[in-house]
């Protein structure tokens, strides 16, 4: 591409390389940098430097860095967008060498030209139009679009231009007709283009002017590279045109600074008349009905337009005479057939029992959108419509507004049709584009027409508005390798990260089809190695996020998902969060891959006991997600078990109640840095849960460690990148789904490889358990087989406190203080007893000291013979444990603690202990 480039252009090797100095000005050092190049995949990169001749730098947004700024020209684009931009970088302007010489000179430049694009701008200047491109219509703007831009400004100054010049395409007033298209819209574009141009000029002591090439030279000629290129034995008439700066055969020329607004209003056709507007494109509009505006009009033989029949909005009133005045009333019959030309319609959405409820939304095609504040659309509506036409129906229409925009009203009036919403079957997905329909199943996932689901009714809000061109490999991903980073690295240790990387080169089912080979080995030997493990992690994660992004609502694969830490705190009250729990559940909706909710704690818990709980969940929403949810005010996973299992119904202010079926309601996710209650088969069932490490920290962002905040920084292959892994996850969901059927794999949820939250597990317990149950403890320590295991966890587990004090010479905090001296004697005879430390203190000691071994322990289920976890919850149970632990070790318990302590809840456990007599016998 870039020799096919250089030779079109006419561009010589030593025209294309820039000499510059870096270093000092005693030791400068020579350099050079192409103006174009290519990449390995021939792609063309366009080097942009300052006009000091230095290349062009710049920090990206939320970035910290300098990064070189370069263009790339895409060999094969993937979707409209031929040209890419970096990512988190502003619109900049090119300069071709003529221009840096001529700055780096000081030489005066009588006549600068701005064209968009950068091989425009080359060949200009290399046939002696001076000219620098722009990366946009509105490219010759500053960051803030309110000034030219800066390097722009530094060029007029320096080479003292006279005549600033836009020059746009030949193509700038021509339209592509299509039936029911708005062809107003790009003439538009070009006019406010022109119109900021103007407005940003008028500052400098300059004469500007607007030009583009003829319109009858846009099949061969449309830029100006094609133009010089295509007439090459004219050239010297097209220079000596341009320079001119008067219309002739090659250009339209305007005197900006004697064209009034409304003059080049009239020049693109957008003064709101449509029989200039016809005038100007009749040659693309022909004889077709066209729409401009709101409107569509049919052309006549005699040159002029008139408005069809089919957009009539004047006749849903009529005048008559009342009192001897004349008065305008409005026909409810023609002014309900109105809105439905319009699109409004109701949906009917069958919900639990049969019962049916309505939603007024606007129908386009299959595409439709629910109608929110329709009092205010209708009244838009109105106003574009019957204002400035007829006075007295306006004043008809306010007049009998409220009752004419009630949504019981238009419930009543309007039809009605059955919400047939495409959704996802067993074994088949889609993600919805710009471009179209991303049909996934377990085999493969590529693009499909919107022809294939057109039977379908599909919600406008649902379809993201960027193009998907499919990538196999997700290493790039940026998203991926945040989520890799977040699973399986601990804090400052990316060993894993690059152990596990390249698994992912031919994409996530061949890793999966991997990890399968080494599960298997690792089941046969008894072995499990922390690089499976790890790779199971990222997998659940993975299939757990492809069911989260799937639609298919079925009894028996109705789960919801909670994402925790997988670190505990010495001090079980702290919780500091910031690993990546949030971003993970935010991708799955706010980035447009579904439409979602979302909820934060302080409103979850206000809602608990609110008549209309439930307002903030959009009829039309996939995913629910809580945010940062807290135990504590009868919060428990119980809370959701209804939406997970059924479905349910949002009250709504002035609509009414909507039943939402199980098969349409939304999935659940939540995120919380707490151990939220919940016990029991139910709960273990129906909730999935991720655990997420201290990789990421709040002095370790995710937005740190990438130079960018996620999605809103992405560039389109970025974004592109992320669809893909989207994809895969649901195609990898569906596999998993499909071996499980096979038999040639086991989960307790359908089509979600079990993640191993050995962590949470333990954290849930230490958390929710009642204060002291070290008998749980001691006797899953009895249960090991080795000796030295056994040996190496129990001595912090039964330390007793034996009369040493801290630093401060006080008793420790953890230790009570009750008829205590601060020397650890009794008031009355001075002897030291020894204390049992309490529950917290001794568990807090063991797993700063021995993690692994607990969590093993837990996750073998090695528990006491007699009592299990659950046990722990329970006081009565937890009574008789604490006694015949303290019987078993010799023990006296305080009779006045079992009557009075157990009584208490969890308030204030941490601080509490249990006060041991001195033993009967020794340990």
């Known amino acids: 591409m870039l020799l096919k480039t250089l030779d079109t252009?006419?561009?010589s090797k030593e025209l294309n390389t820039h000499i510059y100095f870096t270093g000092t000005k005693e030791k400068p050092i020579k350099n050079s940098m192409p103006f174009f190049d290519e990449d390995q995949e021939r792609n063309l990169i366009i080097n942009y430097f300052r006009p000091n001749g230095q290349p062009l730098v710049y920090i990206p947004s939320q970035g910290k860095k300098f990064q070189r700024y370069f263009r790339k020209r895409w060999l094969n684009p993937p979707g409209e967008n031929k040209y890419h931009s970096p990512k988190g970088s502003t619109a900049q302007v090119f300069f071709p060498p003529q221009i840096l010489e001529a700055y780096n000179k000081k030489e005066q430049i009588e006549t600068l030209f701005i064209t968009e694009g950068e091989k425009k701008a080359f060949k200009g200047c290399n046939d002696g139009i001076m000219t620098v491109g722009s990366s946009g219509l509105y490219g010759f703007k500053s960051a803030d679009r309110k000034n030219l831009h800066p390097?722009?400004?530094?060029?007029?100054?320096?080479?003292?231009?006279?005549?600033?010049?836009?020059?746009?395409?030949?193509?700038?007033?021509?339209?592509?007709?299509?039936?029911?298209?708005?062809?107003?819209?790009?003439?538009?574009?070009?006019?406010?283009?022109?119109?900021?141009?103007?407005?940003?000029?008028?500052?400098?002591?300059?004469?500007?002017y607007y030009s583009h090439i003829n319109t009858n030279y846009d099949g061969d000629g449309k830029g100006l590279d094609d133009l010089l290129i295509a007439y090459s034995a004219q050239k010297k008439a097209i220079v000596e045109n341009s320079l001119k700066l008067k219309t002739g055969k090659w250009f339209q020329i305007l005197d900006l600074r004697k064209t009034s607004t409304d003059k080049l209003q009239t020049y693109f056709g957008v003064n709101n008349d449509p029989n200039n507007f016809y005038q100007i494109y009749k040659t693309y509009i022909?004889?077709?009905?066209?729409?401009?505006?709101?409107?569509?009009?049919?052309?006549?033989?005699?040159?002029?337009?008139?408005?069809?029949?089919?957009?009539?909005?004047?006749?849903?009133?009529?005048?008559?005479?009342?009192?001897?005045?004349?008065?305008?009333?409005?026909?409810?019959?023609?002014?309900?057939?109105?809105?439905?030309?319009?699109?409004?319609?109701?949906?009917?959405?069958?919900?639990?029992?049969?019962?049916?409820?309505?939603l007024t939304v606007r129908k386009d095609g299959n595409v439709i959108q629910e109608v929110e504040d329709i009092d205010i659309i209708l009244g838009q509506l109105m106003r574009r419509k019957l204002r400035n036409v007829n006075e007295m129906a306006w004043e008809a229409w306010l007049n009998s507004s409220e009752r004419n925009t009630k949504p019981r009203w238009l419930q009543q009036a309007l039809p009605s049709i059955k919400a047939d919403i495409l959704r996802d079957k067993e074994k088949i997905s889609y993600l919805l584009f710009e471009n179209g329909p991303v049909k996934i199943t377990p085999d493969d996932y590529d693009i499909v027409p919107y022809e294939e689901v057109k039977d379908k009714l599909i919600w406008k809000n649902h379809i993201n508005p960027n193009q998907f061109s499919k990538r196999m490999d997700v290493r790039q991903c940026v998203f991926f390798q945040f989520l890799l980073y977040a699973i399986t690295c601990k804090k400052e240790d990316d060993t894993m990260y690059h152990k596990l990387i390249n698994h992912f080169s031919e994409g996530i089912v061949s890793a999966y089809e991997t990890y399968c080979i080494a599960i298997k080995e690792a089941e046969e030997t008894g072995i499990m190695e922390p690089e499976i493990e790890a790779m199971q992690k990222i997998l659940s994660a993975i299939t757990t996020y492809g069911y989260m992004l799937t639609t298919l609502r079925t009894e028996d694969a109705a789960y919801a998902v909670q994402c925790v830490d997988a670190t505990i705190e010495t001090d079980l009250r702290k919780h500091e969060g910031r690993r990546g729990k949030s971003l993970y559940s935010k991708s799955l909706y706010q980035w447009g891959l579904r439409e979602g909710c979302s909820i934060g704690n302080d409103d979850f818990k206000n809602t608990l006991s609110y008549t209309f709980a439930d307002e903030w969940i959009e009829a039309d929403a996939q995913i629910l997600h809580y945010k940062d949810i807290e135990h504590g005010y009868g919060v428990s996973l119980d809370n959701f078990k209804t939406k997970i299992t059924d479905g349910y119904s949002i009250r709504k202010k002035k609509v009414g109640v909507i039943d939402i079926p199980f098969e349409q309601s939304a999935k659940i996710i939540l995120d919380s840095n707490h151990a939220l209650n919940?016990?029991?088969?139910?709960?273990?069932?129906?909730?999935?849960?991720?655990?997420?490490?201290?990789?990421?920290?709040?002095?370790?962002?995710?937005?740190?460690?990438?130079?960018?905040?996620?999605?809103?920084?992405?560039?389109?292959?970025?974004?592109?990148?992320?669809?893909?892994?989207?994809?895969?996850?649901?195609?990898?969901?569906?596999?998993?789904?499909?071996?499980?059927?096979?038999g040639l794999s086991v989960s307790e949820h359908k089509g979600i490889i079990?993640?191993?939250?050995?962590?949470?597990?333990?954290?849930?317990?230490?958390?929710?358990?009642?204060?002291?149950?070290?008998?749980?403890?001691?006797?899953?320590?009895?249960?090991?087989?080795?000796?030295?295991?056994?040996?190496?966890?129990?001595?912090?587990?039964?330390?007793?406190?034996?009369?040493?004090?801290?630093?401060?010479?006080?008793?420790p905090y953890d230790f009570r203080e009750n008829n205590i001296n601060e020397d650890g004697t009794t008031n009355e005879k001075g002897e030291k007893k020894k204390y049992c430390v309490t529950y917290n203190y001794l568990i807090e000691k063991c797993i700063d000291q021995y993690p692994q071994e607990i969590v093993e322990a837990l996750s073998t289920s090695k528990t006491p013979t007699n009592y299990t976890a659950s046990d722990l919850l329970s006081f009565k149970r937890f009574k008789m444990m604490l006694a015949d632990w303290a019987s078993f070790n010799g023990y006296i318990i305080n009779p006045g603690y079992l009557r009075n302590r157990c009584q208490k809840r969890e308030q204030n456990f941490r601080k509490e202990c249990v006060m041991l007599y001195k033993p009967k016998k020794a340990l």
């Open 9 to 11: 252009l006419g561009i």
């Open 151 to 208: 390097d722009l400004v530094s060029v007029i100054e320096e080479c003292r231009v006279k005549n600033l010049v836009l020059l746009h395409d030949a193509d700038a007033l021509t339209v592509n007709w299509q039936k029911g298209k708005n062809l107003s819209k790009r003439p538009y574009q070009f006019f406010c283009s022109v119109r900021d141009f103007v407005k940003v000029t008028k500052s400098h002591p300059i004469d500007v």
């Open 286 to 358: 022909g004889e077709n009905p066209f729409v401009m505006g709101n409107f569509e009009y049919v052309p006549q033989e005699d040159g002029t337009v008139v408005k069809t029949e089919n957009d009539k909005p004047f006749q849903f009133w009529k005048t008559v005479k009342f009192k001897g005045e004349t008065r305008a009333v409005i026909l409810k019959a023609p002014l309900v057939e109105f809105y439905e030309s319009k699109g409004f319609t109701n949906v009917s959405i069958e919900g639990n029992k049969g019962k049916v409820s309505f």
């Open 678 to 742: 919940g016990e029991g088969g139910s709960i273990t069932a129906r909730w999935i849960t991720i655990e997420f490490g201290d990789w990421f920290n709040p002095t370790n962002r995710p937005d740190v460690q990438f130079g960018h905040t996620f999605y809103r920084h992405w560039d389109w292959e970025e974004k592109n990148r992320f669809h893909n892994f989207a994809a895969q996850a649901v195609q990898l969901h569906w596999k998993v789904w499909e071996d499980q059927e096979k």
């Open 754 to 811: 079990p993640f191993p939250a050995k962590i949470h597990k333990l954290r849930k317990l230490l958390v929710h358990c009642k204060p002291f149950a070290v008998d749980f403890f001691d006797n899953m320590i009895r249960s090991y087989e080795s000796p030295d295991a056994r040996t190496l966890i129990e001595k912090p587990l039964i330390y007793v406190y034996d009369g040493e004090l801290d630093e401060n010479g006080k008793l």
